[in-house]
Nanobody, 126 residues
Framework: QVQLVESGGGLVQAGGSLRLSCAASGRTFSKNTMAWFRQAPGKERDFVARITWSGGSTYYADSVKGRFTISRDNAKNTVYLQMNSLKPEDTAVYFC???????????????????WGQGTQVTVSS
């Protein structure tokens, strides 16, 4: 059974930092694009960041560019999201996602991700 398990969320003051982790089990994702999305209350799930299978390319939503960094450790089957200079508008449930097609480095639409984690809550107080 494939699982993606997020951790590292919590309550932080504006300007602070958090590091989210997404640990995969049940199969290796070292050859797969992985991403982070977030969903605030009453809003749609939005793209945050994406990293290609090799880690050679990363992509970010404009709202987090320069503040968030996505990375991966394929030996640990884990992807990370380092979040700095957090703002109250970053408050959301953060989800990890994985794309099943191997060695693909192109754009992956939201609906194409094959595996999702259960999410971890990030709350930024002002």
């Amino acid at each position: 059974q494939v699982q993606l398990v997020e951790s590292g969320g919590g309550l932080v003051q504006a300007g602070g930092s958090l590091r989210l982790s997404c640990a995969a089990s049940g199969r290796t994702f070292s050859k797969n694009t992985m991403a982070w999305f977030r969903q605030a209350p009453g809003k749609e799930r939005d793209f945050v960041a994406r990293i290609t299978w090799s880690g050679g390319s990363t992509y970010y939503a404009d709202s987090v560019k320069g503040r968030f960094t996505i990375s991966r450790d394929n030996a640990k089957n884990t992807v990370y999201l380092q979040m700095n200079s957090l703002k109250p508008e970053d408050t959301a449930v953060y989800f990890c996602a994985a794309y099943a097609r191997s060695y693909y480095s192109g754009i992956v639409n939201y609906s194409d991700y094959d595996y999702w984690g259960q999410g971890t809550q990030v709350t930024v107080s002002s």
